[in-house]
């Protein structure tokens, strides 16, 4: 391994630049080349590269916390470079290391010794007037939903191109495994182990409460059609895209052809991450 | 009963206006004044008043949906006018007439065989550094919630000053009993008989999958504090007022001090209704 | 106060004996007369009395946990004799001192310096052939179920006199504010608020997905009715009576006469302890 | 096709011996075999076989309902038996025909005109000092619950061997695909295509709220353990089985090494399915 990119959320502040700077320094001691984000490297005083040069990489840091590794999908995912996180708070979802154990797991990822968990992505698109005027990737989900000031939208869900419901309500998320321990889980649905080969489809605060999240094969293609012309819609992907959609357009959803690789140190089994990650931290969460 | 003021919904089209110039023929021919307000007499081609002179009106007809006379809210809350609502679609959770059985209905009104329901109205307070900037009145619910674009939302809800509980999320609705049936029922809460003197406070997709909707005395003072600073965050009242809110915005809501009159010709019981609307209509909704 | 009576739960075992001697000298010490069950008072190595008895009580003692405390319900809820429950565990819902606190808090008592909660009491009825065969009383919830080996149960609901609704399912639950935060919360159920004057009915498990819980007055009469023929049914009362019910069977509950007296001495908010039971214990309950 | 198995429940009475007549009548006239159990030929004046003569037939025609068919379950499933359901009412999610269509459909059937669709079957044994000491196969789901008398029960259920969660409540449901509209619906479970690989294990009443339903891979091995002594406790197999456990018994849940094989003539499709089962007949359900 000779070149590693490393991706960091300098809205961590200070201690995401302290961090970088280690890290940088301990990977160019170790004779690695390390790509910045032109973007980011200004905050280090260095010199970055655009994203077409990440591809030179053999595998990227992601420095922050699930957030921040989301936000490398769109980059490590088309290229199926493999994504180590090291996170800055407390253990996530997909962060795998934090800065307690970051040496000992950067010496192990660079002995090679490190699995790789393949998770499904997906691809959104907005069709408009038959063209795809917009493209997104994501690891957890995509949403249509409504703003604060709309009214609520009605939506027709087809699957494999038949219709599978329609409602009224704040939206619909489409979430793969991964993302069925996020935003899905807020809205009602069920957690999904990541080896199951499913997505999942979730109304959000439906009017007919006779929906239910369906659990449909990682195969299905799914569109969600706007079927009242409600303005301030938008297609999110994993909470950080916004797309504003018009009354005609057609969101198209499927998995993704590649997977993303997650870097694995540790074995921590599904079950115990979520009892951590949703139960304990969910408690303290509603603790004042 | 002298003077009527007559609210319709011009988004109703022409329907909306026929049956408009029907009730003002009616009613003038029965030797009432009718009020209209400026802003919507001028599509029938008359003189209208302010919204100040409607306080003359002893009864005000609501010509439209469910939605239409919650649009009266604001003016004949605090007067204490009773209002009758005429559907001008199928028969809704508020409205007591549809065209069919509009003029035996009226009939009975101005012959003063009629029972109002009395419903609990919230009063919704938005204060910033110390001073109420906003202020709005509604039947159904308050809504502090987050943008389609914006991120989730950390709230601290306060029943009668002390903290109630904590969450991040989509936001909270504050419902009276009339609202239960309305978006609180889309998130998840419970359905209130409105003769209990309680209201619902319902979070909406809370991360922290261990809250279920509070139902407080209607007594209660609610407070909804930001905890954090998301941008995009609004107070809406009945889904029809979008109020902007800054990061340190205070949000009190409390049960108005007069109720809101509605005129009763049938007796339809609140769970008959419960199954008629909810039940066969989110039925209908979510078929092709 | 010269007379209190004592229960204990001798399932607790030598812990329960040890500390109600204790209990039992400390009040004889101070002139008190204390009366306790025959059939617990022979684990003493005393002479109890019958449950007639009691009524000569000013105070009842419970000693064990909240379900101790739910089984003097029956005694003490006719007599409106005020309950103070010690808990041989962990502060529940119910029980106001633990055995550290218990003096301190005993004395203040001895003192008449207390508050009493007063918490709304229901009251069930199995009526067979127009008689009324068996009659429970209960503080938490009364339950129309089905067993574990019995089909699914066809119900129908009526509020005062009128069918609310009808489902197929596990049973219903009928339960007061104080029981909102336990069996109906389990079966989805809202927290209530024992100041709120409601029932909620929630349905356990139904076929009919378009059931959510009902909040009712607290002075409606709920009627239970089995439309279907399923043995093994059973309506239980604060889950510690289970009465078998016959096909034409009719079960109705209401809010009993009398409040029952739960003796307060802190003032610990309804919001903190429904965070600290459900939600703290909730959280240890499912970790292994 | 030389040879067919009939089997019909007598508990639907004269209609169900009347079409089984007459199916009897046309296979025959057709030169097919039918078998009859002995146990249901009487009720036919015929003369039946055992259980084992059956894997003699190519096919299986169950008449009845969804319920009579998945009580052919334990027959044909390890024989790996094609069953067509005819249903004597209306379509369910399982049976393909009604009687108003059964001749056009067995018609198709004997030219070899149909497809047979592969679902899902679980395997649950019961394990007793060390020992298997009961065996049920089933289409639906796997149950271990408490009896309406006795109280929650606390479980720890396991995946693969490794503890997924622990908690207390009414039981927990290990259902299949195909029992994802039944009782782990009811139970608040998500809908899950039949296509998808997966198990979901739907607590019942959890007193941890915190719990939600978890999809895991159809691969695994599913251990419920009873963590209390609770009286009462059972194990039931597609509803129709209870087998009673004792305090240290293991329940192990896995897929079947065979799929249970149903005969379709059409194509319907499962949202469709949905639609029309859940929704239409969850509505007709609940209104009186």
Same mark, same amino acid.
Request: proline residues 5%; charged residues 20%; aromatic residues 6%.
């Given at each position: ?35 910045? /984000? ?20 053999? /595998?990227?840091?992601? &420095? ?14 088309? &290229? ?41 992505? =997906? ?36 699957? *494999? ?63 969600? /059609? ?11 992907? *994993? ?6 959609? /018009? ?14 690789? =997650? ?12 009892? *951590? ?5 969910? &408690? ?5």
């Amino acid at each position: 391994m000779k070149c590693i990119a490393l991706i960091f959320n300098p809205s961590f502040g200070e201690k995401a630049l302290k961090v970088a700077r280690e890290l940088l320094a301990y990977l160019e001691a170790r004779g690695k080349e390390v790509l910045l /984000l032109a973007d980011q490297a200004c905050f280090l005083g260095r010199s970055g590269v655009g994203q077409p040069e990440i591809k030179k990489a053999e /595998l990227l840091l992601s &420095l922050g916390g699930d957030g921040t590794l989301l936000s490398t999908v769109s980059l490590a995912g088309p &290229l199926g470079l493999p994504v180590l996180g090291i996170n800055l708070g407390r253990l996530g979802f997909l962060t795998e290391l934090d800065v307690a154990n970051m040496y000992a797991g950067l010496e192990a990822v660079l002995a090679g010794k490190f699995a790789v968990e393949e998770r499904a992505l =997906l691809e959104g698109r907005v069709i408009r007037e038959g063209k795809v005027v917009k493209q997104v990737l994501c690891l957890n989900e995509c949403v249509v939903g409504r703003g604060a000031l709309s009214r609520p939208c009605r939506l027709e869900v087809r699957v *494999d191109g038949q219709c599978a419901f329609r409602f009224t309500g704040d939206g619909i998320i489409i979430a793969t495994p991964t993302g069925s321990t996020a935003y899905s889980f807020s809205a009602g649905g069920p957690i999904i182990d990541p080896q199951v080969a499913a997505l999942v489809l979730t109304p959000i605060c439906p009017h007919a409460f006779v929906l239910r999240p369906f659990v449909v094969p990682d195969s299905s293609l799914i569109e969600v /059609l706007l079927l009242t012309s409600v303005t301030g819609m938008c297609l999110t992907a *994993d909470g950080h895209e916004g797309i504003p959609l /018009l009354a005609e357009d057609r969101v198209v959803v499927k998995r993704y052809a590649r997977s993303f690789k =997650l870097v694995r140190l540790f074995h921590r089994s599904f079950y115990c991450l979520v009892r *951590d990650k949703l139960i304990s931290q969910g &408690l303290e969460e509603c603790l004042p």
